[in-house]
């Protein structure tokens, strides 16, 4: 897959050795480069529609690279951004603006591709399997890459507090407790939450992914083995999830405000 990658330093000579060693480790890609983050701040502004990976000097005139990045994220949330500066003291400012990686002059061919390759290809990001939970921002949940309907939009908040609990069960009292007002009449809610369940099993079952509903005899769950999520690939460590978590989580929903503080203590160590 091409990519859209831009890189900036004010050492001339240091900007041409790295925009060699990335066409030599990933070529046939566009690279646009500049040695004023001024003209990159330009060129993302007035004439870049999509980027992918970022290499930033961290201390340029008129603007850090940290600065720059922080412009950068607010166009391309997305974007991969890589250090490459001669100062190690700036690491933690670095990750703050959710850097994936940072590289310390002079540096090698074989430290860019090491890299790289530790970054799981996030510009390339593989779903695994069928079923992948989109978290970070609006919840959305997606079979074969599209998205799931239900015939309730309480169905599908039901499903995202599910996925939320990572696997754990729920009785009937504690997904009506999330669900709706505490003054409402609990049978009533409680029929309502197995119409709920009838309706996302219905759902699924009409595109052959009902098998990730684990129903017990008061309790629901989801299997989450099956479900590819961003959430669970951040908790897991993974670089790019990290990277791609900008302090938004199921926007939909007030109860998932619990999980946002857990992520961003991640984000902030």
């Known amino acids: 897959m091409l990519m859209n990658i831009l890189a900036a330093d ?13 066409e030599d480790i990933i070529p046939g890609n566009t690279i646009n480069s500049f040695t004023l983050p001024s003209k990159a701040l330009d060129f993302i502004n007035n004439e870049c529609r999509e980027l992918k990976l970022a290499f930033l000097d961290v ?31 700036y690491t933690l ?13 002079p540096i090698s061919k074989e430290m860019l591709e090491t890299e790289l390759s530790e970054l799981s290809q996030p510009f390339i990001y593989k779903t695994l ?30 499903i995202a507090f599910l996925i939320d609990r990572r696997g754990a ?15 409402g009449n609990e049978k009533a809610q409680q029929r309502y939450i197995r119409n709920l ?15 990730i509903i684990c129903k ?14 961003d959430y669970y690939r951040m908790l897991e460590g993974e670089p790019a999830a990290v990277n791609m978590f900008l302090g ?22």
């Open 216 to 229: 017990g005899r008061n309790s629901i769950s989801i299997d989450i083995s099956q479900i590819d999520c």
């Open 59 to 89: 201390e340029m005139p008129g603007m850090s690279g940290i600065e720059l990045a922080a412009w950068i994220k607010k166009k391309f949330p997305r974007v991969v951004i890589i250090f490459v500066s001669a100062y190690p003291q």
């Open 248 to 269: 938004e989580y199921m926007t939909n929903y007030s109860w998932a405000e619990f999980t946002v503080g857990e992520l961003k203590h991640i984000t902030d160590r």
């Open 129 to 158: 399997g069928r079923i992948r939970a989109h978290t970070f921002g609006n919840f959305e949940l997606y079979v074969d890459e599209k998205p799931v309907r239900f015939a309730r939009s309480k169905s599908k908040e039901l």
């Open 10 to 22: 004010d050492n001339k000579y240091a900007l041409e050795t790295l925009i060699r060693e990335i």
């Open 169 to 183: 069960s729920c009785t009937m009292n504690e997904l009506a407790a999330v669900l709706f007002d505490e003054s």
């Open 197 to 211: 369940i009838a309706d996302i099993k219905a759902s699924l079952s009409d595109i052959k992914a009902e098998s």
């Open 93 to 105: 400012d670095a990750f703050k603006v959710h850097a994936a990686g940072y590289l310390v002059k």
